[in-house]
């Protein structure tokens, strides 16, 4: 069973997902425009895109700011579900014993099937705020930052398979898996500047979202958000900070993953 | 003797959800975290629009629309989504042979609804009021924020017991429920006093605007309209109670001629 069927499976999946599940797809398509309405509806009743610039620090669009935030936020937080909570799924449905003794190594298994998914969700959720982007930045200027949002979630879901493979790992070795990957992510989501960028953060907060690829992803994507042009330096400067995790979390993942493996395969953990 | 019987039938539920609490704590400091973790994201994102000499007022309105919500969720969530596992693992059926109504049992739900919510007010007033230095718990009219919150609860629960008898019937994706809780929060937000004179009535009619506007006067974070909110909560709280009584008892006799469906809320 090579890299090829494991893709496979993973778009015929999705596909069956989504057509047998379509109250999860419409809620898929709905919850970016949520999350995204109700930041920018609580930001218009307490305050300005002015005091929005000041706080900030930076000329940005607050509307593209958040769509590029939303964005990233979506597609990070898919990542550490589909491949982190993927291995809970398999626990609950009963196939995780499969996977563990399938020929493939359980962190390319769980890589590489989703790995459609997460490129099909990107697109859609970049498809669905296109015509808002261009509606606000014009047309060649809307195109060009779609493109660097298009960037960021292409190029940070690297880093972040790695991360979230680990993650997988340790899952793998514990029971009350659920618990902590529920509060986790908010909490990465949290340190990574969401939201509320990682410079404003407090001293110890900013040392906790510098080993985080999420914050890089998160940070490229806002790059799209500054007024003008995006900044050619700043795009390859974050890239660069990507590719190096990438190459770190992905080289640790493939060393835990294996001690995971042979934890939950000798103490049954499954 | 019928009262001491239903003492020992109240006593058996609330041991039954405190004893569930207990087991489940870590899924209760989950929840609680998390909740934390996410309101708090959200807060700090709406409040990067406040200019620096409004932040305490914005932050203590933004801090009780989102604690009116998470009474609004919770309970909603939490009561009405358990109906689902008390399906699943057959106790309906098993409450029903007893002569004993499931959603007396479901009642219990209260337990864990209200130990969610006030503990992550508790740690989500720490964790805002610590970053921005402001007293998030400090009520201008104690009475009236206890009056405000009891309604929004009572609407609630009201809300989650009719879902609950509806599940037994047919299933109610989840994805939208909690879509129509965000939707809520969107309502809870808008300011009553900032919209046209007119609409100010009819918005306070839409469920949970009212009483979540007495929590915002109680608070400082709103202004005007006391009685009519207090009079349109009141009704609105005792019409979502009578409808949600009338659900369950015709859930109950649904049950009993046709069986209940396997598959519920969740």
Redesign the interface.
């Known amino acids: 069973m090579g890299v090829k069927t494991l893709l496979k499976s993973g778009i015929v999946l999705d596909l069956y997902f989504f057509k047998n599940n379509r109250s999860a797809f419409v809620s898929m398509l709905i919850w970016p425009y949520l999350t995204l309405g109700l930041i920018l509806g609580m930001g218009a009743f307490f305050g300005s895109a002015e005091s929005f610039r000041q706080n900030v620090g930076l000329p940005v669009n607050p509307l593209t700011y958040f769509v590029a935030s939303t964005l990233a936020m979506m597609v990070s937080m898919d990542v550490m579900w589909g491949v982190g909570g993927s291995v809970l799924h398999h626990r609950w449905i009963g196939t995780l014993p499969y996977v563990l003794l399938s020929p493939n190594r359980t962190s390319v298994t769980l890589v590489f099937t989703y790995v459609p998914r997460y490129l099909l969700t990107a697109a859609i959720q970049l498809a669905e705020f296109a015509p808002l982007v261009l509606a606000v930045e014009g047309l060649s200027n809307g195109a060009l930052k779609l493109g660097v949002m298009a960037l960021a979630a292409t190029v940070g879901m690297l880093p972040l398979l790695g991360f979230a493979a680990l993650f997988a790992s340790f899952l793998l070795s514990i029971k009350e898996e659920s618990n902590i990957l529920s509060f986790l992510n908010p909490l990465i989501l949290l340190f990574s500047g969401a939201f509320y960028p990682a410079y404003l953060l407090p001293r110890w907060a900013q040392l906790v979202s510098a080993v985080l690829p999420s914050t890089y992803t998160i940070e490229l994507a806002r790059v799209a958000a500054l007024i003008g042009s995006p900044e050619l330096r700043r795009v390859t400067l974050l890239i660069g900070a990507l590719v190096a995790m990438t190459a770190l979390y992905n080289s640790a993942s493939g060393l835990v993953i294996q001690a995971g493996e042979r934890r939950a395969m000798r103490e049954g953990a499954i | 003797m019928a009262a001491s019987e239903a003492l020992v039938r109240v006593k058996a539920v609330l041991w039954l959800h405190s004893l569930r609490l207990w087991r489940y704590r ?2 209760f ?3 609680i ?2 909740e934390g ?2 309101i ?3 807060v ?9 000499e ?1 932040l305490g007022v ?1 932050v203590k ?2 801090f009780w629309t989102i604690v009116a919500w998470s009474v609004v969720s919770n309970f909603s969530s939490l009561v009405g989504g358990w109906m689902d596992f008390f399906i699943s693992i057959g106790m309906v059926e098993e409450h029903l042979v007893r002569g004993f109504s499931p959603f007396r049992t479901l009642l219990g739900r209260v337990v864990t609804g209200l130990s969610v919510i006030v503990v992550s007010l508790l740690f989500m007033a720490a964790l805002v009021g610590g970053a921005f230095h402001v007293n998030l718990l400090h009520a201008e009219s104690l009475l009236l924020l206890l009056l405000g919150m009891g309604l929004l609860a009572v609407q609630s629960l009201s809300y989650g017991f009719t879902v609950a008898s509806v599940a037994v019937r047919t299933s109610v ?1 989840n ?2 429920l ?2 129509l809780n ?2 809520v ?2 309502l809870l ?3 009553v006093q ?1 919209l046209p004179e007119g609409l100010r009535l009819a918005f306070l009619c839409i469920p949970y605007v009212a009483p979540a506007h007495l929590v915002k006067l109680a608070t400082g974070a709103g202004e005007g309209l006391e009685y009519a909110a207090l009079a349109v909560a009141g009704v609105e709280a005792l019409a979502m109670a009578a409808v949600a009584v009338w659900a369950t008892k015709w859930a109950i006799q649904w049950v009993r001629r046709n069986g209940v469906r396997a598959i519920g809320f969740w």
Do not use: Q
């Not at chain 2, 700090?44 to 620096?52: Q, Y």
């Open positions: 870590y899924s400091l989950n929840m975290l998390s973790a996410w708090f994201m959200f700090l994102g709406a409040l990067l629009f406040v200019p620096s409004k914005a309105g933004a994706p994805n939208l909690e879509i965000l939707v929060v969107g937000m808008v300011p900032a």
